[in-house]
C-alpha cells in the first residue's frame, strides 16, 4: 500500500511540476484531449495569494511523499492529512473548471484523480496499522 | 482437565481479551486521528477556496448592459442600418480611459438620434498600442463580433474598465462582461487566438495607419462610399461630434 501511494504521489509529483514550469515559464500547457488547459492556467484561479496553485500541488505531493518515507502514527496521520486536504482543494478547483470557467484542463484532473487515489490509499494505511506501527499486509 | 490446565485456558483468555482490548483502543484512537486530520484539512481547504474565490472576484459592476442597443441590428461589427449614408469609425484601445469616457457621454446620444433613426451607422476598430490587456481585450472583442454582440461587449467592457495595464484583463474579468453584454464567454475567449482575431486586429492597425490616427479615441466619418475623414471635434463633445455629422450628411 506504502508502495502504490509513492506510485501515485510521484505520477501527482510529475504533473504538477510540469504545470509548475509551463507557468513560469509563460507558455501554455499541451492539451491533446480536452482544449482548456490555456483557460484554466490563465485564469484568476490558477494562483492562491500569488502563489501558483501548481506550485502548491508541487509542495504538497513534496510532502506526502516525505511522510511516506517514514513510518509511524504520526508520520501516517500526516499523510493522510496532506492527501485530504489537498483532495479537498482539488475538488474546489475542480468545480471551478466546470462550473465558473467552463474549460476542463486534463492536467489538473489528472492531479486531481492522483490526489483522490492517494487519500484513499493514504487513509486506509492509516487505518489498518497495527498497534505499535507496522502496517498489515495487502 | 487438571487445575493447571484451567488455569492455563483462563490465562490465555484473559491475554486475548487484552489483546482484542488493546485493539479495540487502537482502533477508535485512529478513527479519531483520522477524524482530527480531516476536520484540519478541511479548514485548511476551506481557508484556501476562500482566497481563491476572492482572487476571482471583481467590484461589482453594473448588473446588465443598458437598453440603449437593444433592437439596433449589428451586423459584422457595424451597427445600424446597414444602407446608413454615413459611417461613422471609431478608433479605439479599450484600456484606453478617455475610450471609456467617450462611450459613456458622446456614444449614447448619437446611437439613440442618429443609428437608431437610420443615418449613422457605427463601426469601430480595436486598436491595441496600450499594452498585454489591450491586446486580449481587443480578440475576445473580436470573439464577441462573430456572436454580433460586439457593441454590447464594449459597452459592458468600459462600464468595468480597469487601471491600465494592470493585468485586470484575465478570462474571469472577460467572462464578467461577456456575461453582462449577452456574450458566450467560453466561445468568445476560444476565439481570441483564430485566424479571425488575428486579422480583426491587423485591419485596425492597417485603418489606424492609413487614418494617420494619432490617438484614441479617434472618430471619422464618411458618406455611402466616399473618402473618410478625421472628425476635427473633440470624440468628448457629443453636440460638436452631431454638428458635424449633421454638416456632413447635409454636404
Not at chain 1, 15 to 35: K, Q
Not at chain 1, 96 to 122: K, N
Not at chain 2, 109 to 114: E, G, K, P, T
Not at chain 2, 129 to 136: P, Q, T, Y
Request: charged share 20%; with cysteine; net charge positive.
Amino acid at each position: 500500500m506504502r508502495a502504490a501511494a509513492i506510485g501515485v504521489a510521484l505520477a501527482g509529483l510529475g504533473i504538477a511540476t510540469y504545470l509548475t514550469v509551463v507557468h513560469y515559464a509563460g507558455g501554455e500547457p499541451v492539451c491533446a484531449v480536452a482544449h482548456g488547459c490555456a483557460t484554466v492556467q490563465q485564469s484568476d484561479y490558477a494562483s492562491l495569494a500569488g502563489v501558483p496553485v501548481a506550485l502548491l500541488g508541487v509542495l504538497g505531493y513534496l510532502g506526502v511523499l516525505a511522510a511516506l518515507a517514514r513510518d509511524g502514527e504520526a508520520w501516517r496521520t500526516a499523510a493522510a492529512f496532506v492527501s485530504l486536504a489537498g483532495l479537498a482543494f482539488s475538488g474546489w478547483l475542480t468545480y471551478v473548471e466546470v462550473g465558473i470557467l467552463d474549460a476542463i484542463c486534463i492536467w489538473c484532473v489528472g492531479s486531481a484523480i492522483c490526489m483522490a487515489l492517494l487519500t484513499v490509499l493514504t487513509v486506509a494505511r492509516m487505518l489498518r496499522a497495527e498497534p505499535g506501527g507496522a502496517v498489515s499486509a495487502s | 482437565m487438571s487445575k493447571q490446565a484451567v488455569i492455563e485456558r483462563r490465562r490465555a483468555a484473559r491475554i486475548e481479551s487484552e489483546r482484542a482490548e488493546r485493539a479495540r483502543a487502537s482502533r477508535t484512537k485512529r478513527l479519531w486521528r483520522l477524524g482530527a486530520a480531516a476536520a484540519a484539512a478541511a479548514v485548511l481547504a476551506a481557508g484556501a477556496v476562500a482566497v481563491s474565490s476572492n482572487g476571482g472576484a471583481k467590484p461589482a459592476p453594473p448588473a446588465t448592459t443598458s437598453s440603449l442597443l437593444a433592437g439596433i441590428p449589428e451586423n459584422h461589427g457595424v451597427l445600424g442600418d446597414p444602407k446608413a449614408p454615413l459611417t461613422l469609425t471609431e478608433y479605439v484601445d479599450l484600456q484606453c480611459p478617455i475610450c471609456a469616457r467617450a462611450a459613456q457621454s458622446t456614444l449614447p446620444a448619437l446611437i439613440r438620434d442618429d443609428v437608431r433613426s437610420g443615418k449613422v451607422k457605427l463601426q469601430v476598430r480595436t486598436l491595441s498600442f496600450l499594452g498585454a490587456d489591450s491586446v486580449r481585450a481587443a480578440r475576445v472583442a473580436a470573439g464577441a463580433e462573430r456572436q454580433g454582440r460586439l457593441w454590447a461587449f464594449l459597452e459592458a467592457f468600459y462600464a468595468r474598465q480597469g487601471t491600465e495595464n494592470s493585468g485586470y484583463v484575465t478570462d474571469g474579468f472577460l467572462r464578467d462582461v461577456s456575461k453582462a453584454a449577452g456574450v458566450d464567454a467560453g466561445q468568445a475567449i476560444g476565439q481570441a487566438d483564430s485566424a479571425f482575431a488575428s486579422g480583426r486586429l491587423e485591419r485596425a492597425d492597417a485603418d489606424a495607419t492609413r487614418m494617420n490616427v494619432q490617438g484614441t479615441p479617434t472618430l471619422t466619418v464618411k458618406r455611402g462610399n466616399g473618402p473618410e475623414r478625421v472628425l476635427t471635434t473633440s470624440p468628448l463633445d457629443a453636440a460638436a461630434v452631431q454638428a458635424e455629422l449633421d454638416r456632413e450628411a447635409a454636404r
